[in-house]
């Protein structure tokens, strides 16, 4: 009876699905990587974001759409606003670090940072949606059913 309970609040959590692991690895070092790739010609700044902003992006991001696609099938847009605005809070508790010790000299350059953070984010987030959606397979593609969820 315990069983059947717990299958039916699977089935009202919503559905759930299976992540690619080989599409989600590829299209997490890929995303940025093509965004570098192809956006040398602006001055190398893209470039440079992979080098300063990768090591924040697979830390914090890794873990935040690998929680997102166990519940969403992840569209590009979605992957795009889900990074957007995980980098708004990323910069926020940074401000909030920063006024709390006293820090506030480099406010004006964290202000400047976050406008690039945040556009970054956004085509990284969106690049890996459009990456993952093209690599995952067929099984990744359809919700579980319920009795297969621990």
């Known amino acids: 009876m315990t069983e059947m309970?717990?299958?039916?609040?699977?089935?009202?959590?919503?559905?759930r699905y299976a992540i690619d692991p080989v599409a989600f690895?590829?299209?997490?070092?890929?995303?940025?990587?093509?965004?570098?790739?192809?956006?040398f010609g602006i001055f190398g700044i893209p470039v440079?974001?992979?080098?300063?902003?990768g090591p924040a992006y697979l830390v914090f991001g890794?873990?935040?759409?690998?929680?997102?696609?166990?519940?969403?099938?992840?569209?590009?847009n979605r992957a795009g606003q889900l990074a957007l605005l995980t980098a708004i809070i990323g910069c926020g508790i940074a401000a909030a670090v920063m006024l709390i010790t006293g820090d506030v000299d480099t406010l004006p350059a964290l202000a400047i940072a976050?406008?690039?953070?945040?556009g970054f984010a956004l085509i990284w987030g969106a690049t890996f949606g459009m990456l993952y959606n093209r690599w995952r397979s067929d099984l990744s593609r359809q919700p579980?059913?319920?009795?297969?969820?621990?």
Do not use: D, M
């Open 25 to 39: 690895a590829g299209a997490l070092i890929g995303a940025p990587v093509l965004v570098a790739v192809l956006g």
């Open 114 to 118: 976050s406008v690039f953070v945040a």
């Open 62 to 76: 890794t873990p935040i759409l690998l929680i997102y696609l166990h519940r969403h099938p992840g569209t590009p």
């Open 48 to 53: 440079f974001a992979l080098i300063f902003g």
């Open 144 to 150: 579980l059913p319920p009795f297969l969820i621990n």
């Open 5 to 15: 309970l717990k299958v039916a609040e699977r089935i009202a959590q919503g559905p």
